[in-house]
């Protein structure tokens, strides 16, 4: 699993933007379609946090309290792609945003039960 996370870029607080990310199912051994996904961010000196996750099949979804109501993930099997709608931004919401692979068919908040990583694309809300 190789991941390419993209849709990342300025925009104003309200506003929405989409990301995606998509596996060029490069490598051997792991297939997207059989594995939970999440996405985390790492804003500027801090952390890296859970956003959202979602199962492998795509009918169980869970969020970060802070984006709850806000974000939706969601996934295209046959496009290998997850994505994740952020609307009603806010500056909180600036941070470089990662796309994972669980190790397991379900999603998870916690970083360690995923395998792969993408490179993250950075989101920058503005005032």
């Known amino acids: 699993v190789q991941l390419q996370a993209c849709g990342g870029g300025l925009a104003q607080s309200g506003r929405s933007l989409r990301l995606s990310c998509a596996d060029s199912?490069?490598?051997?051994?792991?297939?997207?379609?059989?594995?939970?996904m999440g996405w985390f961010r790492q804003a500027p000196g801090k952390d890296r946090e859970f956003v959202a996750t979602?199962?492998?099949?795509?009918?169980?979804?869970s969020y970060a309290d802070s984006v709850k109501g806000r974000f939706t993930i969601s996934r295209d099997n046959v496009k290998n792609t997850v994505y994740l709608q952020m609307n009603s931004l806010k500056l909180e919401d600036t941070a470089v945003y990662y796309c994972?692979?669980?190790?397991?068919?379900?999603?998870?908040?916690?970083?360690?039960?995923?395998?792969?990583w993408g490179q993250g694309t950075l989101v920058t809300v503005s005032s």
């Open positions: 994972a692979v669980s190790r397991y068919a379900s999603g998870s908040s916690q970083a360690g039960y995923y395998a792969n």
């Open positions: 199912g490069r490598t051997r051994g792991r297939s997207f379609s059989n594995n939970g």
């Open positions: 979602i199962n492998w099949r795509g009918d169980s979804t």
